[in-house]
């Protein structure tokens, strides 16, 4: 449950940030092709080469880990 929390605070600040008028992208460790992209690294840093905020989610996507451990 703790990454599935931690994908919608990720939704929730993408909201955010577009209505501030900022392009972002939410990329998440576990697959959740609905509403966000896979961790690709090099997509990740695509996507800052266009100036567009990159919003990680799910932590390493492995259960009995906390979130927090990727930080």
């Known amino acids: 449950m703790g ?3 931690t994908v919608m605070n990720c ?3 993408q909201d955010f940030l577009e209505k501030e008028g900022i392009d972002s992208r939410v990329q998440t460790a ?3 092709g609905q509403v ?3 961790y690709i690294p090099l ?3 695509r996507h800052l080469e266009k100036g567009r905020v990159v919003i990680f989610g799910a932590g390493m996507g492995m259960p009995y880990f906390s979130t ?3 930080a």
Request: hydrophobic share 55%.
């Open 68 to 70: 927090d451990t990727t």
């Open 11 to 13: 939704l929730a600040l």
């Open 43 to 45: 997509r990740a840093v």
């Open 36 to 38: 966000a992209e896979p």
């Open 3 to 5: 990454m599935l929390g």
């Open 30 to 32: 576990i697959t959740m």
